[in-house]
Nanobody, 121 residues
Framework: QVQLVESGGGLVQPGGSLRLSCAASGSIVSINTMGWHRQAPGKERELVATINSGGSTNYADSGKGRFTISRDNAKNTVNLQMNGLKPEDTAVYYC???????????????WGKGTLVTVSS
């Protein structure tokens, strides 16, 4: 019914920048909260940033001042601009959206398949 597709991952040197994007498609009525999570090798998945339908944002301490989350409601997309990347930012990044879908009463959480970000010299 709904698919989330991430793009923009890759290899970047420490101090570099990357911009991740995630687009949702399908039987979408509206999208509430959008967010990014990440999972580093051997670690649990953790929150990176969220943005709600009103545009209010929330960031994990690890990304404050370096990451910026934004959304384009017309395109059903969420972006994550990452600057000043560090080796410890290496992880698979997943987008997540709470979506109101045709035929369902409550928002349903959807996840993308992830995009790998590697920060290394």
């Amino acid at each position: 019914q709904v698919q989330l597709v991430e793009s923009g991952g890759g290899l970047v040197q420490p101090g570099g920048s990357l911009r991740l994007s995630c687009a949702a498609s399908g039987s979408i009525v509206s999208i509430n909260t959008m967010g990014w999570h990440r999972q580093a090798p051997g670690k649990e998945r953790e929150l990176v940033a969220t943005i709600n339908s009103g545009g209010s944002t929330n960031y994990a301490d690890s990304g404050k001042g370096r990451f910026t989350i934004s959304r384009d409601n017309a395109k059903n997309t969420v972006n994550l601009q990452m600057n000043g990347l560090k080796p410890e930012d290496t992880a698979v990044y997943y987008c997540q959206m709470d979506i109101s879908v045709i035929g369902h009463y409550h928002d349903i959480p959807y996840w993308g398949k992830g995009t790998l970000v590697t920060v290394s010299s």
